[in-house]
């Protein structure tokens, strides 16, 4: 299903951050969302996945199940990082979650607490957490932070033989990203901030 949304509007007390933000995001396309820090990706994402309610106007055909990947890694921390993976899958496959990890170059560090990885290893683990999970919409918000070339490449390589045609949204604030994840489409987010701050 299409998800369709129409017309929302979301303030945080006096900021508004959406107005009357309409858009159409087709089953199964890859959705890039860029725009400047600040302007609101991540709200939208959050509204998209349910986190946040609009003030005004409806989001609809979202699916039941969603995979995230939110700014933060949100691990458990004392837990490792096929730890981290069992705790969220509704079918656990062992042998699949280890192949994903290893395939993201954290094959030596697997069963080591989350608290104890880097912040690259740390980001790969909560990324492959989410491409793992079977929800029919993934929503990465900046995936490859902290993640240097050659693994940022590896995994945007991973996410597209992960992406098993799911609607893809991926926040990034990097250009290269797209042709990278084959990303033809962008949400385009108006900078309220930017207007607000001209008046
Ligand atoms: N829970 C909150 N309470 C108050 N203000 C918030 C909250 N969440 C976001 N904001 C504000 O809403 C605006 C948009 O934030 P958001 O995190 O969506 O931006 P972003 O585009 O994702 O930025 P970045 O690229 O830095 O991650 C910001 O001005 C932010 O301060
Ligand atoms: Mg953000």
């Not at 990947?69 to 730890?83: N, T, W």
């Not at 990885?117 to 999970?133: C, I, N, V």
């Not at 918000?141 to 940022?152: C, I, K």
């Not at 990097?174 to 385009?188: F, G, M, Q, S, T």
């Amino acid at each position: 299903m299409d998800i369709f949304i129409q017309n929302i509007s979301k303030s945080y007390g006096e900021k508004q951050v959406l107005s009357h933000f309409s858009c159409v995001i087709p089953q199964g396309s890859c959705q890039a969302v860029m725009a400047p820090s600040g302007t609101g990706k991540t709200t939208l994402l959050r509204l998209i996945l349910g986190l946040e309610q609009p003030e005004e106007g409806s989001i609809s055909g979202i699916p039941a199940r969603k995979s995230a990947l939110f700014q933060e890694d949100r691990l458990f921390p004392q837990l490792s990082a096929l730890k981290n993976l069992r705790m969220t899958m509704p079918k656990w496959n062992e042998e699949e979650a280890r192949r994903l990890l290893s395939e993201l170059g954290l094959g030596d560090c697997l069963n080591q607490p989350v608290s104890t990885l880097s912040g690259g290893q740390a980001r790969r683990a909560a990324l492959a957490r989410a491409l793992l999970y079977p929800g029919e919409l993934l929503a990465l918000d900046e995936p490859f932070t902290g993640l240097d070339e050659a693994s940022r490449l590896r995994a945007a390589e991973v996410i597209r033989r992960f992406r098993w045609g799911r609607t893809l949204l991926l926040v990034t604030h990097r250009e290269e990203d797209l042709p990278l994840l084959e990303i033809a489409e962008r949400i385009a987010l108006p900078s309220l901030q930017a207007c607000q701050n001209m008046v």
